[in-house]
């Protein structure tokens, strides 16, 4: 008897073991099914973060160096694009400077108003075309086709200008581009920014020419060119000149040149 209870006893404990097991197994089950909740909140919380540092590296590149030295450099290069293309217009007798249509006080009041208009424009249209937008959609295409479209865009809109054509938009666009190269190399916009209030400045004011198919008032001189549209731009004015299309290449080596790549561009891409 003594034999039979004892083996009856040690067969109920093997059960009680089995049940054990299961239940522990049971309890180990939603351990794993938390891991991917884990894991959708880490992802979740990564989208979110690279989308506040693209909304925080397109406001840096205004923030930072905000009218310092690399504005006045692009104003400068500005100037000297601009000057160069009247020069090369001239030297095969496309320009004539003509008399001033201004003296006096009203020089220097005109001077300020279209510096402080172009100013903003610059800033306007360099946001708009290769700030915000242009990181945007470099994060989801990539950094050159984002500019490519966004230049053409550029050059499309200057379509409505009443005095504009194919010639001058292809011009805005290249000089779109040439602009999205500063803003790789250099990290930020203010070299656009100075280079495009400087360049229409000397183009409505300093040279009174047509500036991308208009002839504002308030230019310095009377102005004229006379010529093949190859060379002057014809009603487009001088960004519609063959040597519009040659200074960009120039300067487009020049920024290459100065600024080599840098593996913390933004969006390298």
Not at 85 to 109: D, H, K, N, Q
Not at 146 to 170: C, D, R
Not at 206 to 229: C, T, Y
């Amino acid at each position: 008897m003594a034999g039979k209870r004892s083996g009856s006893k040690s067969k109920s404990r093997k059960p009680k073991k089995i049940k054990k097991r299961a239940s522990a197994a049971r309890k180990s089950k939603p351990r794993r099914s938390a891991r991917p909740k884990s894991r959708t909140k880490a992802r979740s919380k990564a989208r979110v973060k690279s989308k506040r540092s693209t909304a925080d590296s397109s406001s840096s590149i205004f923030a930072s160096s905000a009218f310092g030295a690399r504005f006045w450099q692009g104003a400068s290069w500005g100037i000297a694009m601009i000057a160069a293309i009247i020069f090369l217009i001239r030297a095969f007798g496309g320009f004539s400077f003509g008399e001033l249509a201004l003296r006096g006080p009203t020089v220097w009041g005109y001077a300020a108003l279209w510096g402080a208009v172009f100013v903003f424009v610059g800033l306007f249209e360099e946001f708009l075309f290769r700030g915000y937008t242009q990181f945007t959609l470099a994060d989801g295409i990539g950094f050159w086709p984002a500019a490519i479209l966004l230049s053409g865009s550029f050059g499309y809109v200057h379509l409505k200008n009443p005095g504009e054509g194919p010639i001058g938009a292809a011009a805005v666009m290249t000089i779109g581009l040439v602009f999205a190269l500063t803003l790789r190399r250099t990290g930020n916009l203010w070299l656009a920014v100075g280079w495009h209030a400087s360049f229409d400045f000397g183009e409505t004011f300093l040279f009174s020419v047509p500036n991308s198919g208009i002839v504002f008032e308030g230019h310095l001189s009377n102005a004229s060119l006379h010529g093949a549209k190859w060379l002057t731009g014809g009603t487009v004015g001088p960004e519609g000149s063959v040597f519009s299309f040659l200074t960009m290449a120039i300067l487009a080596l020049v920024v290459h040149r100065l600024y080599p790549a840098r593996s913390s561009n933004p969006n390298p891409n």
